[in-house]
């Protein structure tokens, strides 16, 4: 097995990403889910971490001035397309959270990290990320971020995250358990073919709840709340599926 830096892992997945996830019906979901978070007032946007454009999409759907970001060259000319076959006017920037250009502070309402995209970073990198998640916002703005909730993946150590079928092709999401860190594993192969096989692997760092306050409030967003999920269900630390951050200044 041979484990890919973050970005060459995307890029190598970025082809069947949208297949892999479903991508129109979840974005269908995703603009509902997404109006409790944006209140009038809202008006510019960052997704941090963007794909192949899930939230960006849905977020300029809504009428906001959107910026994206990521490191991934495949996923940002994906999501350009889907922006493009759906007619909205996206800023996409190729970068890291942590290396977003000084340009760009100050300048969003809210931003959003979802998706699981922190747990890429390893911890010295998580610390200047939410430093520069805090820089982006304007005076009020805020910050929500979704993250697995690894309290619950490391107390469960249950390798495989789940098995979708679309088009004739089979993933399988499933993990390495490491002493600090996880290897994220997707197996795809072809449902008539399965000895035709890709593998494609990278690392995960399992960041939890008290690290992301102790940052958070360090970067002077005070008012932060937790939750279980995009539905703003209690947290549970064993339990939930997500954790949910939303914080501000």
């Known amino acids: 097995m041979t ?16 297949d892999m996830i479903g991508f129109k019906a979840a974005l269908e979901r ?21 794909g192949s454009g899930l939230d960006s999409l849905s977020l300029a759907l809504k009428g906001l001035k959107v910026t994206a970001f990521d490191q991934s060259e495949g996923m940002l000319r994906k999501a350009g397309e889907n922006a493009s076959e759906a007619a909205l006017d996206v800023q996409f920037v190729k970068s890291t959270i942590d290396r977003i250009p000084k340009r760009f502070s100050g300048r969003f309402d809210v931003t959003f990290s979802l998706g699981n995209t922190l747990a890429n970073l390893p911890p010295e990198r998580l610390s200047v990320a939410v430093k520069k998640i ?15 909730n690894y309290s619950r993946i490391l107390k469960e150590d249950n390798r495989i995250i789940n098995i979708t079928e679309m088009n004739g092709e089979v993933f399988i999401r499933f993990y390495d358990f490491m002493p600090e860190s996880l290897n994220f594993n997707i197996l795809k192969f072809k449902k008539d073919k399965p000895s035709e096989r890709e593998l494609f692997t990278t690392k995960l760092y399992p960041h ?7 940052l958070l409030k360090d970067n002077g967003l005070r008012k932060v709340k937790f939750y279980g999920g995009l539905a703003l269900q209690k947290f549970e630390k064993y339990n939930s599926q997500d954790l949910v951050v939303v914080a501000s200044k």
């Open 134 to 148: 805090s820089e982006l916002l304007n005076s009020r703005g805020t910050a929500v971020i979704q993250i697995l």
């Open 3 to 18: 484990r890919q830096t973050n970005e060459t892992f995307f890029d190598s997945i970025s082809s069947f990403y949208d």
């Open 208 to 214: 939890r709840k008290d690290e992301f306050l102790r």
């Open 30 to 50: 995703r603009k509902a889910v997404l109006n409790k978070f944006l209140p009038d007032s809202v008006k510019t946007a960052a997704d941090l971490g963007c």
